[in-house]
């Protein structure tokens, strides 16, 4: 008897068409409310193709086109799909769809984050051993030197490992830009930290071939067929579990992380084509629609632009003798008047300190 390869377990068939979760899934079939052609299934049991698969005497339907979102991430917002956070992302864009993002910004982050309703897609973007971008531009307390940047690239030690070599230019006097392929938690500020910085305002503008550019802070888009398209001609042959993390190019074992030093240069080429085509979608520079988040926090009145704008003119000059100058936000409660995620002003970031040191 041949298997038939169609054949998928039940809760990923649920799953999968964007009704709930497989762990809720699990439930509903743990509770007998859901039949496979009249029948009520076992735990485990497959989906195979025509099967009528209902839930509570109500059809599931067919698996919708997958949602990819670009959300330039305004600071504030937590990357969690439990709704009873305050500020939580899912709530924040009230999208109808049930949407989750792939990886996540620390709270007094900004920048770009993809959500979806893809799972299969997550792990193939977020796994290290895939190599594939992220940028990220940081400002610091105190005056970059060459030998930070130098540190920075060549991989320090944080979280018991060393954090993979990456790419760091110099951007002014307090602020850089860095390319990661790693995905450490709170990395950037981290490293940072152990080289005697402290993390000012952090904000990721690139990830893989998609740029924040033309994406107000808050806003969110759909990405186009075409960057989906690259997307996943970028992830063709990426593995979607935890053993990216632990291989090479050639899919020999790393045993450390400062291991993979050694095969930075066999992924070079990859990287170079993935900026190529970053950039090419800069030069092409479509205006996209964009949405306004549900959850989206008050901006200050229309009326005050124009005083700011005035005010601005008459300081220009000062303004730009100073603008590599890390600004300390002010103490007290930084959460805009009637505000429910607090203020969209990166600047007013309070820098990160690690728990034991608060």
């Not at 973007?125 to 920075?152: P, S, W």
């Not at 992830?235 to 993390?245: L, Q």
């Not at 964009?290 to 959850?295: C, F, H, L, Q």
Request: net charge positive.
């Amino acid at each position: 008897m041949t298997t038939n390869t169609s054949a998928i377990r039940l809760n990923k068939f649920i799953s999968d068409s964007g009704f709930c979760s497989r762990r809720a899934a699990d439930k509903l079939i743990d509770e007998g409310r859901v039949t496979i052609n009249g029948q009520i299934p076992e735990m485990g049991t497959k989906v195979m193709p025509g099967d009528e698969v209902l839930v509570d005497h109500k059809p599931i339907r067919d698996k919708e086109k997958p949602i990819y979102i670009a959300l330039n991430k305004p600071t504030g917002i937590t990357c969690t799909t439990e709704r009873h956070v305050e500020g939580n992302i899912v709530d924040f864009i009230g999208h109808h769809k049930r949407i989750f993002p792939i990886g996540r910004l620390d709270k007094p982050s900004d920048g770009l984050i993809f959500m979806t309703n893809d799972g299969d897609i997550v792990n193939k973007i977020l796994r290290a051993g895939n190599a594939h971008e992220k940028e990220y531009v940081v400002r610091v307390d105190k005056f970059i030197t060459e030998e930070f940047i130098a540190k920075m690239g060549a991989g320090v030690d944080i979280l018991d490992t060393t954090t993979l070599p990456c790419k760091v230019t110099k951007e002014t006097d307090f602020s850089f830009r860095i390319v990661l392929t790693q995905g450490l938690n709170r990395q950037i500020r981290r490293m940072c930290e152990a080289l005697g910085y402290d993390v000012y305002k952090l904000r990721r503008v690139r990830i893989m071939n998609i740029s924040i550019d033309g994406l107000p802070n808050g806003k969110w888009r759909y990405l186009t067929d075409t960057e989906v398209t690259e997307i996943h001609d970028m992830i063709e042959g990426s593995v979607g579990t935890e053993e990216a993390s632990k291989m090479d190019a050639e899919g020999k074992t790393i045993e450390k992380a400062t291991d993979a030093k050694l095969h930075d240069a066999r992924i070079q080429a990859k990287a170079e084509k993935e900026r190529e085509l970053a950039l090419q979608r800069q030069e092409q520079q479509p205006q996209f629609k964009t949405y306004r988040g549900k959850g989206e926090f008050e901006r200050k009145a229309r009326g005050s632009r124009d005083d700011k704008s005035k005010s601005n003119e008459s300081t220009g000059g000062n303004r730009a003798r100073n603008q590599d100058k890390p600004k300390v936000s002010s103490q007290g409660n930084s959460t805009a008047k009637g505000s429910k995620f607090g203020n969209s002003n990166s600047s007013t970031i309070k820098k990160w300190t690690p728990k034991g040191k608060a």
